[in-house]
């Protein structure tokens, strides 16, 4: 349950991160200029959310089982995975708290073609959300790579993990595109304070980063030397 509750965590920390979210206002900003009525707006913002949530479900599911079915891989994690984890953790956690900082590769798409999806209606809306989920940002990487995936597989039904971020991912989406689709007035002040939120629960969740890192790593790794 601890485990379930954490990867809905992380997937909705990832979606109202600074880059994560702002790519996220941008297209349902797009679906909503190339789209007449309010319904093909919300329906266009399930379809993008949908298909950045199968994205990070299935791409984490893909890394997790190949990792298990390799048999060195295998017997690599059963044996270190606990020891290697602490440290990880750490990481993370001061990469969230701005300590440490690290580049990431990701892949860009032009304006022209995020127009074009936008127009074609919900099924690019659907392939927008999937190339705006492979944009991986640092923060995004960070989270996906550094923390989702050693939790999934230090976790008995980990493969179910990645869904389960994917969805925590797509509920703030879902309420942006609500919130366009409606007409909300309030809706720049409300992603002001939603970006000012980001920056305290970010900052919280690398301290709880930083101690579980620091508790696995007395407990599975220094204390083993001794």
């Known amino acids: 349950m601890v485990a379930l509750i954490s990867a809905l965590w992380l997937g909705i920390l990832t979606s109202i991160s600074p880059c994560p979210l702002a790519t996220n206002i941008a297209a349902i900003s ?7 009525h309010p319904k093909r707006v919300f329906w266009s913002g399930i379809a993008y ?12 599911a893909i890394i997790i089982a190949s990792l298990v079915s390799v048999p060195f891989v295998a017997n ?9 984890l602490g440290p990880i953790l750490v990481f993370v956690g001061l990469f969230l708290l701005d300590a440490v900082r690290f580049s990431f590769p990701s892949i860009s798409f032009s304006r022209n073609k995020q ?3 936008a127009r074609s209606g919900a099924k690019g809306a659907f392939v927008l959300g999937i190339m705006f989920a492979l944009s991986f940002c640092p923060i995004s990487a960070a989270l996906f790579f550094g923390s989702l995936i050693p939790l999934s597989l230090n976790h008995r039904y980990g493969i179910m993990l990645p869904f389960v971020y994917g969805v925590g991912t797509g509920l703030p989406v879902i309420i942006f595109a609500a919130g366009i689709t409606l ?4 809706f720049s002040y409300w992603f002001y304070r939603l970006s000012r939120l980001e920056f305290y629960t970010r900052k ?3 301290v709880v980063f930083i101690l579980v890192g620091c508790y696995y790593t007395w407990a599975h ?6």
């Not at 797009?30 to 007449?36: G, I, V």
């Open 30 to 36: 797009f679906l909503s200029k190339h789209a007449m």
């Open 49 to 60: 959310t949908v298909g950045r949530m199968l994205t990070y479900a299935v791409l984490g």
């Open 76 to 84: 690599f994690l059963q044996r270190y995975m606990n020891k290697v």
């Open 115 to 117: 127009n074009a999806l």
């Open 183 to 186: 007409g909300v007035l309030s």
């Open 204 to 206: 919280a969740t690398g």
């Open 221 to 226: 790794l220094i204390r083993s030397m001794l």
